[in-house]
């Protein structure tokens, strides 16, 4: 079973969320996502300050297997994205938890993370689609 | 490539393995309201004998006739090596072969292709083709709205000395997708857009279009153009003829910045008239719009043992891995006119094309001083050209053409089909296949003609 850290969010669609100090939002795709991706080769970011819905698609990643959409766990506007993913898509596969996160949202309804997955919720999901 | 029939017995064998009754089955997936039952338009089929004997007649037609229309197809001399090489069964496909890098020669003449592509219009990147020019003006909107980051609104602007068939064509393909497309017109004393005269309040757009040469074979001030299109943060797709390219600086070093995306025909780069096809289409742009690209691109790559090959790299991506996330509808590239292209531009070579380029120029030029003047007739336009211009008549041009498609002699295109504005003005080409001899010969019959009329 590949790495849930336990302080995150996560949704059904393999994404996980941090809350960040300032209160945003850090987004990224879980490690088991990027395993079964493979590769990453592309990844297509969002514009800053777009306005998203929870579980609007959002972003695209591609690998040499599949291209695959990437759904916003939380409703708000795009403040940051990772510019080092357009060189290094790669940070994704080496590091999904950390260098290789993908944007930073500015959360406009709080109670869409209370509606996350817990990592223990998230492992079990993950693992059940292991099998 | 061989010819390969399906007797009864070889079809029914291949249905009994899939473990299907019927062919008709095999379309199931496709909901009957979708599925067109009659082409009513599409006349019955005829025998081996009668098409050839009905083609060869049609082909008749345009024998002996000396040829000076262009209006976006032009006749040039194609060296006799081209076809040879091109047809033999090695290249001899419309398509790309499947199992691509199994066909390493087919995948490096393609590469070959981009670089030649990529160095005439100074673009970082060109795609292994697209089905014709009209269908690469459609694919460069659509890439410079996916593109442009800055300005999210879905419109363009097109000037209508662009071509009227690519324009057509291109608001077939992309208006379904909601994308408007504004014309922008041009100024009738000089045969194109006036560059002091352009609307100062027309809003946001994605794109602008800029022909050069024009669909007047004018010479439009790209670099004024450009500039204003990209200070207003839209981006400049060029649709150029590129033998002219030879001549003309590249878009690459269109004002400040350059084009960001470039496409057009690529018939004058070996392929015949051929009564208006195939062509194919040529697209290219700059380096950081790759992703956004349509269509094939060939790399260079190395094997597993360090030794160097060519790989599809876009085709991959589009076909089996973006799949209804991909960019276009297109995967494709035509083959065998670019097999023919590639081969036509490494005999010509750069000095060879810009050969060609010269004396279709000159040969115009030479033309244009015959006719101008002529009673009746007079040049339209004063801006710089490239191997086409335009006369105008002060009679029916109609009549005029007549005449002297009588007397052997296609004499033009006349822009009032299309042009209102234009009533009476012909549109002609003389390119290097033009003698000093068909020229005059061109003159004397346009004079009798018109002594007669």
């Known amino acids: 079973m590949s790495n849930v850290p336990a302080e995150l969010k996560y949704t059904e669609s393999h994404e996980w969320a941090?809350?960040?100090?300032?209160?945003?939002?850090?987004?990224?795709?879980?490690?088991?996502?990027?395993?079964?991706l493979g590769d990453m080769v592309f990844v297509e970011l969002p514009d800053l300050g777009r306005v998203l819905k929870a579980k609007e698609e959002c972003v695209v990643v591609e690998s040499v297997k599949a291209a695959s959409d990437v759904y916003s766990p939380v409703s708000g506007e795009v403040v940051a994205v990772n510019e080092a993913l357009a060189d290094a898509p790669e940070l994704i596969n080496a590091d999904p938890y950390g260098d290789g996160w993908i944007m930073t949202?500015?959360?406009?309804?709080?109670?869409?993370?209370?509606?996350?997955?817990?990592?223990?919720?998230?492992?079990?999901?993950?693992?059940?689609e292991d099998h | 490539m061989p010819y390969i029939p399906h007797t009864q017995r070889d079809v029914d064998e291949m249905l009994e393995v899939i473990g299907v009754s019927n062919i008709e089955e095999l379309f199931d997936e496709i909901p009957s309201e979708l599925r067109v039952k009659n082409l009513d338009l599409i006349p019955e089929a005829v025998t081996e004998m009668a098409i050839f004997r009905l083609m060869s007649e049609r082909a008749a037609l345009d024998e002996g006739l000396a040829c000076f229309i262009g209006a976006g197809a032009y006749e040039h001399h194609i060296p006799a090596p081209v076809w040879d090489i091109a047809t033999r069964g090695e290249f001899y496909s419309a398509y790309t072969p499947y199992q691509a890098e199994a066909s390493q020669g087919t995948l490096q003449l393609l590469?070959?292709?981009q670089t030649m592509m990529a160095n005439l219009t100074g673009m970082d990147v060109s795609n292994a083709s697209l089905y014709d020019g009209a269908s690469a003006v459609a694919e460069s909107v659509l890439m410079a709205i996916r593109s442009n980051r800055k300005v999210k609104i879905k419109r363009i602007l097109m000037?209508?000395?662009?071509?009227?068939?690519?324009?057509?064509?291109?608001?077939?393909?992309?208006?379904?997708?909601?994308?408007v497309i504004d014309e922008l017109s041009f100024d009738p004393s000089v045969g194109a857009i006036d560059v002091d005269g352009l609307p100062t309040d027309i809003g946001e757009f994605a794109a602008l279009i800029i022909p050069q040469p024009n669909f007047f074979g004018q010479l439009e001030d790209v670099d004024h153009l450009t500039d204003w299109a990209h200070k207003q943060n839209a981006m400049v797709v060029g649709v150029v003829n590129?033998?002219?390219l030879a001549l003309l600086k590249s878009p690459r070093e269109w004002g400040e910045q350059g084009a960001d995306i470039v496409c057009g025909d690529g018939q004058p780069l070996g392929i015949p008239l051929s009564s208006g096809g195939p062509y194919f289409g040529f697209l290219c742009a700059k380096q950081p719009l790759v992703r956004q690209m349509p269509g094939r691109i060939v790399g260079k790559t190395v094997d597993l043992d360090g030794k160097p090959g060519f790989s599809l790299t876009l085709q991959a991506r589009e076909q089996h891995i973006r799949r209804s996330k991909a960019t276009s509808n297109i995967c494709t590239n035509q083959g065998l006119m670019v097999t023919a292209a590639t081969i036509h531009m490494s005999l010509l070579g750069f000095e060879g094309l810009e050969r060609v380029a010269a004396s279709s120029h000159a040969n115009t030029r030479a033309l244009l001083a015959e006719i101008d003047g002529v009673d009746g007739v007079e040049s339209a336009f004063s801006t710089p050209y490239f191997h086409e211009v335009v006369v105008k008549f002060?009679?029916?041009?109609?009549?005029?053409?007549?005449?002297m498609t009588e007397r052997g002699i296609l004499a033009g295109y006349?822009?009032?089909q299309v042009y209102p504005q234009l009533e009476n003005h012909l549109l002609v080409c003389a390119t290097e296949t033009k003698t000093n001899a068909d020229l005059a010969d061109y003159v004397a019959n346009l004079k009798a003609v018109l002594r007669e009329l």
């Open chain 2, 159 to 179: 000037p209508t000395t662009v071509n009227p068939a690519y324009r057509e064509t291109v608001r077939a393909i992309v208006t379904n997708q909601g994308i």
């Open chain 2, 414 to 416: 006349d822009l009032g």
């Open chain 2, 111 to 113: 590469y070959e292709f």
């Open chain 1, 18 to 36: 941090e809350v960040l100090s300032d209160g945003s939002v850090r987004v990224g795709i879980t490690a088991h996502a990027q395993e079964l």
């Open chain 2, 394 to 403: 002060s009679q029916p041009l109609a009549d005029v053409l007549d005449a």
């Open chain 2, 242 to 244: 590129p033998t002219s």
């Open chain 1, 105 to 128: 949202i500015k959360p406009s309804n709080e109670s869409d993370m209370s509606g996350l997955l817990s990592a223990e919720d998230y492992a079990e999901l993950a693992g059940s």
